[in-house]
């Protein structure tokens, strides 16, 4: 006797076809994240190491305060877990645990965005204050870019749950936000590292490569 595959309550299509097109277009979304990510940490570690023309610390070693950057980092890693709590009660059936589990990953990733933006803005520097301010703005603005798109997906997950979109037999879309939103968590723990224990260069003799000056 042969089982019928479940469809897909959106496009009417095997539910491990949709599967197998959200699981692409999520490694598109971490491949994307990472190589983004990888160029921002190269370019931070090679600045503070090598200290061209002394121009690595910012106006008065004014570096940016440590703190926000794990916090940050713990809501984004709650967010994923949550998100993964969720998941797992639904392949159980467990629709609520679902509900709620989406609902407090997207509350945690809008306060993880707000206080992305709140700490962009009391950065006690520019952007153009030296190379130390310029990554550090980037790595700030990259993973606010990337938390504000995760609320989507974890809001978009609570409103297909709400709607009865996914269930214990369509939940894949879950497990895969869920996925990314811990890979994003990752990324931001490694920014942290960086951010927060290679501030001062310990290079005191930097080279110098010419006068560089305004036009």
Same mark, same amino acid.
């Given at each position: 006797?042969?089982?019928?595959?479940?469809?897909?309550?959106?496009?009417?299509?095997?539910?491990?076809?949709?599967?197998?097109?959200?699981?692409?277009?999520?490694?598109?979304?971490?491949?994307?994240? $990472? $190589?983004?990510?990888?160029?921002?940490?190269?370019?931070?570690?090679?600045?503070?190491?090598?200290?061209? +023309?002394?121009?690595?610390?910012?106006?008065? +070693?004014?570096?940016? $305060?440590?703190?926000?950057?794990?916090?940050?980092?713990?809501?984004?890693?709650?967010?994923?877990?949550?998100?993964?709590?969720?998941?797992?009660?639904?392949?159980?059936?467990?629709?609520?645990?679902?509900?709620?589990?989406?609902?407090?990953?997207?509350?945690?990733?809008?306060?993880?965005?707000?206080?992305?933006?709140?700490?962009?803005?009391?950065?006690?520097?520019?952007?153009?204050?030296?190379?130390?301010?310029?990554?550090?703005?980037?790595?700030?603005?990259?993973?606010?870019?990337?938390?504000?798109?995760?609320?989507?997906?974890?809001?978009?997950?609570?409103?297909?749950?709400?709607?009865?979109?996914?269930?214990?037999?369509?939940?894949?879309?879950?497990?895969?936000?869920?996925?990314?939103?811990?890979?994003?968590?990752?990324?931001?723990?490694?920014?942290?590292?960086?951010?927060? $224990?290679?501030?001062?260069?310990?290079?005191? +003799?930097?080279?110098?490569?010419?006068?560089?000056?305004?036009?």
């Amino acid at each position: 006797m042969s089982v019928t595959e479940p469809l897909s309550p959106t496009t009417g299509e095997p539910v491990s076809v949709v599967a197998s097109r959200n699981r692409l277009g999520v490694w598109f979304i971490i491949i994307s994240c $990472t $190589t983004g990510s990888l160029s921002l940490l190269i370019s931070y570690s090679y600045l503070w190491s090598l200290n061209v +023309n002394s121009a690595w610390a910012p106006p008065n +070693n004014a570096w940016a $305060t440590l703190w926000p950057f794990w916090a940050i980092f713990v809501g984004e890693i709650l967010a994923g877990l949550a998100m993964r709590w969720g998941w797992k009660g639904m392949e159980k059936g467990d629709r609520g645990r679902m509900l709620a589990g989406s609902l407090i990953s997207s509350l945690l990733l809008i306060a993880a965005f707000v206080g992305q933006v709140a700490q962009i803005m009391t950065f006690p520097f520019g952007p153009s204050d030296g190379a130390y301010a310029s990554v550090t703005f980037w790595f700030a603005l990259s993973n606010a870019g990337w938390v504000l798109l995760s609320s989507f997906l974890a809001f978009g997950i609570f409103n297909r749950t709400l709607a009865g979109k996914i269930t214990a037999t369509n939940a894949s879309h879950a497990g895969l936000v869920a996925m990314w939103l811990v890979w994003l968590a990752g990324v931001a723990f490694i920014g942290a590292i960086c951010t927060t $224990t290679m501030q001062e260069s310990p290079n005191t +003799n930097s080279p110098d490569f010419g006068n560089f000056q305004e036009p």
